[in-house]
Structure formats: C-alpha cells, structure tokens
T-cell receptor, first 115, second 112 residues
Framework: EAGVAQSPRYKIIEKRQSVAFWCNPISGHATLYWYQQILGQGPKLLIQFQNNGVVDDSQLPKDRFSAERLKGVDSTLKIQPAKLEDSAVYLC?????????????FGSGTRLTVV | AQSVAQPEDQVNVAEGNPLTVKCTYS??????LFWYVQYPNRGLQFLLKYITGDNLVKGSYGFEAEFNKSQTSFHLKKPSALVSDSALYFCAVSHTWGKLQFGAGTQVVVTP
C-alpha cells in the first residue's frame, strides 16, 4: 500500500511570509494528524481530523496556523505569517480508526526553515 | 492528561551488545503504547505497539518491548545491537481517542 505522501520536502521562507504544506493520507484512513517536530524534541500534535471534521486543535496556534481536510482525504496546513520559532519538521500521519488500534503511519515530513 | 518520559537523552552501546531504551508513561485507563524510530531526514517508522494481551511485544528489525503495568514502563530492547540501529527512538502513548503523545526521544549510538 502507498504511504502517507507529503510535499514539499523542504521549504525555506523569510519571517512574516506564508507557507502551505500538503498531505495525502493512506487511502481509506479516516483519521489524519499534523505534528510539529522542533529539533531535539518529540513530535507535538497540532491538529487531528476525523474524516473532514476537527477532533482536536487545542495546540494549534490559531492566530497564524490553519488547516483543512477537503472531502475527508487530502489536507493542507498553512502558516501565515511565519515566525522564526516555526522552524521545524511538519509531519502528517494517518490511521484507519480514531483509536489508533491499527497503528499510525507517518509521512516523511516537510522541513521548514524560517530565516 | 497523558505523558511519556524517556529518561535518557542518549544511549551508547557496542555492536553485538544488548540494547535497552527506557520509557515510562502516565495515562488514565488502559494505554496504547508505541515505539517509533527516526533516521536522519526521514519520517517516523513504526517498530511495535502494545494494545492488549501479552506483555512482551515483538516488533520489526528484532526489537521487542515489555509492558509493565505496575511500573508504568514500556522499555524497548534488542538482544544484539547493530551499527545500523543508530537512530532516534521515540516512545509514544495514546488513549482510546487517538491522540499520540511522544516522549522527547532517545538517541541510540551503536559503535563497531
């Protein structure tokens, strides 16, 4: 089965610019997650979708971050405007069911550098 | 609230020796526990998980982990480490509603 696809792999932007990341989960996976991994730290959940509805966005900085999942499949994560502290790897993951009983599959991530 | 602790920032082991990476967790109810490995510039790769059942879980690449409910631990083990096992290892816990909480990670360095 195909894995979780993410693009772009790398992105360098200046602070105050905007950026968008794209994720295509495994076909049939109802739950989609965006994680932020800052260098030297474990991934931190930003937002969780169940189909096209938001389950948990409590740690999403909503003044600058936004995410959507169109038709319950692909998802985009946007940052506008970016800050230096947003430099991180943004990981997308998907799972078949919400409870994770079938496990989670991660994409390769997008490495964002804000200068 | 759920949390995961990986007490060691780095573990150094000689090739051929046993490898142990420690993890303790805190969660209300029954935990779902996971181990992932991350190689440089790569995403997270699944190693193994504990959902229910046998406390000793066997996973990919010869790794195994033992769930200990009384000590709230889920240590990752490999009987004989390889140089290629050098990577960043993450323990994670999930409750039934799906959110994965990761530890800070443990860098494993296996020397020839």
């Amino acid at each position: 089965e195909a894995g979780v696809a993410q693009s772009p792999r790398y992105k360098i932007i200046e602070k105050r610019q905007s950026v968008a990341f794209w994720c295509n989960p495994i076909s049939g996976h109802a739950t989609l997650y965006w994680y932020q991994q800052i260098l030297g730290q474990g991934p931190k959940l930003l937002i969780q979708f169940q189909n096209n509805g938001v389950v948990d966005d409590s740690q999403l900085p909503k003044d600058r971050f936004s995410a959507e999942r169109l038709k319950g499949v692909d998802s985009t994560l946007k940052i506008q405007p970016a800050k230096l502290e947003d430099s991180a790897v943004y990981l997308c993951a998907s799972s078949l069911e919400r409870d994770g009983n079938y496990g989670y599959t991660f994409g390769s991530g997008t490495r964002l550098t804000v200068v | 609230a759920q949390s995961v602790a990986q007490p060691e920032d780095q573990v150094n082991v000689a090739e051929g020796n046993p490898l142990t990476v420690k993890c303790t967790y805190s969660v209300s109810g029954n935990p779902y526990l996971f181990w992932y490995v991350q190689y440089p510039n790569r995403g997270l790769q699944f190693l193994l998980k504990y959902i229910t059942g046998d406390n000793l879980v066997k996973g990919s690449y010869g790794f195994e982990a033992e769930f200990n409910k009384s000590q709230t631990s889920f240590h990752l083990k490999k009987p004989s480490a390889l140089v290629s096992d050098s990577a960043l290892y993450f323990c994670a816990v999930s409750h039934t509603w799906g959110k994965l909480q990761f530890g800070a990670g443990t860098q494993v360095v296996v020397t020839p």
